[in-house]
T-cell receptor
C-alpha cells in the first residue's frame, strides 16, 4: 500500500519566520496532494492542495510545491502567526493515506 | 448550518459494550468516510461509501460495521468494545470518490473504553 512519510513531527518557530513541512510518498499513481490543518478539538480542514500537473501553488502565506520525479511535496508557510499553531497533515494516493502529522508551534 | 455533523461528541463506555456513532452531511456529497485517530494523532481510513455502497474497507475488525441508510448518512456501529478502540473517530465527506476531491471532516467523536 501507499506509504506517506511526513517530517518533521514537531516544529517550533518564532512568529514571522517561515515553516516548511515535507512529505514523501511511494506510489507513482498518486496524483492529488492535499494539506490539512487540525486545530485542537476539531476535525482536519483543507488549507491547500495540488494536482500532479502543477509544480507549485500559492494562496497568500501558504504554498505547496510538488516534485513528482522525487515523489515529494512540501508545505511552506511564510510570516507565521500564533494562529498557525496546529497539527498539519499531508495525504497522498487518492488522498486517503495521511502522513503522521506535524505539530507546529508558533511562538510570539 | 453544520456541513458534517457527528453525534455524540463524547462517548464513555465499558469494555464489551456495543455503541453507535452517527454522521450526517448536508453538502450533497456522494462519498462518506470513517477515520480513526489514535492518541498519537495518526489518521487512518477505516471505511468509505459512495452512494450508499461500500467502496473501501481497510483492515478493520469485523466488530466495526458501517451502515449508510442514504447518501447523507453514514453510521458506525461497534460491537464488543475493547480498550484499543479508544480513539477519536472522524466522519468525512467528499463530492465524489476521493482522488481529486477535498474531504470535509466532522468535529470528531472521542470514544473512551474503560
Amino acid at each position: 500500500g501507499e506509504n506517506v512519510e511526513q517530517h518533521p513531527s514537531t516544529l517550533s518557530v518564532q512568529e514571522g519566520d517561515s515553516a516548511v513541512i515535507k512529505c514523501t510518498y511511494s506510489d507513482s499513481a498518486s496524483n492529488y496532494f492535499p494539506w490539512y490543518k487540525q486545530e485542537l478539538g476539531k476535525g482536519p480542514q483543507l488549507i491547500i492542495d495540488i494536482r500532479s500537473n502543477v509544480g507549485e501553488k500559492k494562496d497568500q502565506r501558504i504554498a505547496v510545491t510538488l516534485n513528482k520525479t522525487a515523489k515529494h511535496f512540501s508545505l511552506h508557510i511564510t510570516e507565521t502567526q500564533p494562529e498557525d499553531s496546529a497539527v498539519y497533515f499531508c495525504a497522498a494516493l487518492y488522498a486517503l493515506n495521511f502522513g503522521k502529522g506535524t505539530s507546529l508551534l508558533v511562538t510570539p | 448550518d453544520t456541513a458534517v455533523s457527528q453525534t455524540p461528541k463524547y462517548l464513555v463506555t465499558q469494555m464489551g459494550n456495543d455503541k453507535s456513532i452517527k454522521c450526517e452531511q448536508n453538502l450533497g456529497h456522494d462519498t462518506m468516510y470513517w477515520y480513526k485517530q489514535d492518541s498519537k494523532k495518526f489518521l487512518k481510513i477505516m471505511f468509505s461509501y459512495n452512494n450508499k455502497e461500500l467502496i473501501i474497507n481497510e483492515t478493520v475488525p469485523n466488530r466495526f460495521s458501517p451502515k449508510s441508510p442514504d447518501k447523507a448518512h453514514l453510521n458506525l456501529h461497534i460491537n464488543s468494545l475493547e480498550l484499543g478502540d479508544s480513539a477519536v473517530y472522524f466522519c468525512a465527506s467528499s463530492p465524489g470518490p476521493t482522488g481529486y476531491n477535498e474531504q470535509f471532516f466532522g468535529p470528531g467523536t472521542r470514544l473512551t473504553v474503560l
